[in-house]
């Protein structure tokens, strides 16, 4: 499960997206973003279940349940914290899969 919501940035925080992520064997990630666009993330936390993370989401950036967006789970081999289908290579260039072809892209 993935969900990801747009906070308003404080004095205590410039974050603009935030996304959880539950994977089904690693815990729940915490992804935080200085941009609404879908780029990497700038940080991420890492809890044992959901709802510590949404906890700690709702205590720092001031996330409500009405905020989330639902999103997909990511395709297999693409970045967890994009909501689009990217791949990054070691050489840290990238890919988006396009009508079951992968392009490359700039991020």
Not at 41 to 47: A, P
Not at 64 to 80: A, L, T
């Amino acid at each position: 499960m993935r969900k990801y919501a747009f906070p308003i940035p404080s004095a205590n925080h410039k974050i603009q997206k935030v996304m959880i992520y539950e994977t089904t064997k690693n815990g729940v990630y915490l992804y935080l973003y200085l941009t609404q666009k879908d780029l990497p993330s700038h940080n991420d936390f890492w809890f044992d279940d959901l709802q510590d993370a949404e906890n700690f989401s709702k205590a720092s950036f001031h996330t409500d349940d009405s905020d989330w967006i639902m999103i997909d789970d990511p395709n297999e081999g693409c970045q967890d914290d994009l909501i689009r289908p990217i791949r990054r290579h070691k050489d840290n260039s990238y890919e988006l899969l396009e009508d079951g072809v992968w392009k490359k892209i700039e991020l």
